[in-house]
């Protein structure tokens, strides 16, 4: 019996193009005169940019999903990797061109490569299988019926919640401990090159192991990362380099995984409504990670500790939730051993 052809379908096609359409408005409001203000920011790189990621990413994970199931995750890892390069290239590049061009020409080249590579994007992206019959494009609350969904949707949540608050302080803390500008700008291209690995890597073991499995380890990595590197070592250049690379990888399999880990829980024709049913709430954490990460920067006089122990202590939920999951689909006994 010969395999479905491969198409893009109606629903996709409409999500891709439209993320395709939002991510370039984003740079508008910051390029017509007046000088941009602080709103221009928050509607543009806030509102919009996380509206277009949205837009994207879902239906293209989901996509991935449709074409492989044994290797999953190494496909999965692959194909993500482009986000860790774009990671790599894109604050070199910025860097560079907001010392010659400035910024509003910096910013047309960025968006520039975004349409270029998003217009190829909408000819790639297909979809092997058809909708399942009672698809829909809508969040599903039916799902949380599965305890082991819940327990992944809570154990992403709280993933998520941590994951954000490096990314975006490492550079802000990297200025408070003395470093200069270039050096807190650039650590961004390191965390992405230890990302690029962490993406590939975790992706083929996590085919043996199991996806669930997979992301306790990079869990598990990552606190003890916080709290063994960053937390007694983040003040100096070795310390802060190395948890950059330990922390870009783990983030980059956890970014890999958690789609591979939602899709072994339902059917392949129903694998982007679990996943957006999943990060409908999960995006909640993105959105509060972030504001209560600097309220406790600031509530400890500026200094990161309290960062640090919070974000270490919440990947730690994290890893309990992940152990739940594999405690409601084996039971207490088999959890430890089994591959899920």
Known sequence: ??????????????????????SIQVIKPTLTPPPPEYWHFLLSFGVL?????????????????????????????????????????????????????????????LALVCLAVTIVSNFLIRSRLPPAKDASPHPDIRIFKNKAFVWTTLAVFLLEFALFIPLTYISSYALSKGFSSTFATNLLSILNAGSVVGRVLPGWYADKIGPFNANMISVAATAVACFAVWLPAGHTKPGIIIFALIFGFTSGSNITLIPVSIGRLCRTQNYGRYYATCYTLVSLAVLI???????????????????????????????????????SVVGWRQAALAII
């Open 1 to 22: 019996m010969s395999s479905p052809e491969p198409h893009i379908h109606e629903h996709q096609l409409w999500l891709v193009s439209s993320g395709t359409t939002a």
């Open 49 to 109: 940019s996380g509206l277009a990621s949205s837009l994207l990413f879902t239906p293209s994970v989901a996509a991935i999903g449709h074409f492989f199931k044994a290797r999953r995750g190494l496909a999965t890892g692959i194909a993500s990797t482009a986000g860790s390069i774009g990671g790599i290239i894109f604050p070199l590049m910025l860097q560079r061109l907001f010392e010659t061009v400035g910024w509003a020409w910096a910013i047309r080249a």
């Open 289 to 327: 990670g972030i504001p209560i990460a600097g309220k406790i920067v600031d509530s400890s006089g500026g200094e990161y500790w309290g960062l640090i122990v919070t974000t270490g202590v919440v990947y730690m939920a994290s890893f309990a939730a992940f152990w739940m999951v594999k405690v």
